[in-house]
């Protein structure tokens, strides 16, 4: 069983800094982790793309996070880490981790499946 874990959510002032941590469990199932990423959803809001990160080390952001946020990842523990600074208040919502996974098939792997952690909350106040 692929499992995403979360951690690293909280309540901070607004300036202030967070780290995100998503580690992906069930790794003797895993042939390939081709990209992961971070999306939040905000109450009334549709979730969004915060930043992302592929298997080659590709990344992107979206606008309203660059030069604040820092997505990175430890291959070696598949995991994927948001380093968020200089948060405001707009930034609070809900935090999910989502990792696009393929699993041995056989000897190769299957297509990428996408999994999705079970959200982390985060709190700016002004």
């Known amino acids: 069983q692929v499992q995403l874990v979360e951690s690293g959510g909280g309540s901070v002032q607004a300036g202030g800094s967070l780290r995100l941590s998503c580690a992906v469990s069930?790794?003797?199932?895993?042939?390939?982790?081709?990209?992961m990423g971070w999306y939040r959803q905000a109450p009334g809001k549709q979730r969004e793309l915060v930043a992302g990160?592929?298997?080659?080390?590709?990344?992107n952001y979206a606008d309203s996070v660059k030069g604040r946020f820092t997505i990175s990842t430890d291959n070696a523990k598949n995991t994927v880490y948001l380093q968020m600074n200089s948060l405001k208040p707009e930034d609070t919502a809900v935090y999910y981790c989502?990792?696009?996974?393929?699993?041995?098939?056989?000897?190769?792997?299957?297509?990428?499946?996408?999994?999705w952690g079970q959200g982390t909350q985060v709190t700016v106040s002004s």
């Open positions: 990160v592929t298997s080659g080390g590709n990344t």
């Open positions: 069930g790794s003797g199932r895993i042939f390939s982790i081709n990209a």
């Open positions: 989502d990792a696009h996974i393929s699993l041995f098939m056989g000897l190769t792997g299957g297509p990428p499946v996408s999994y």
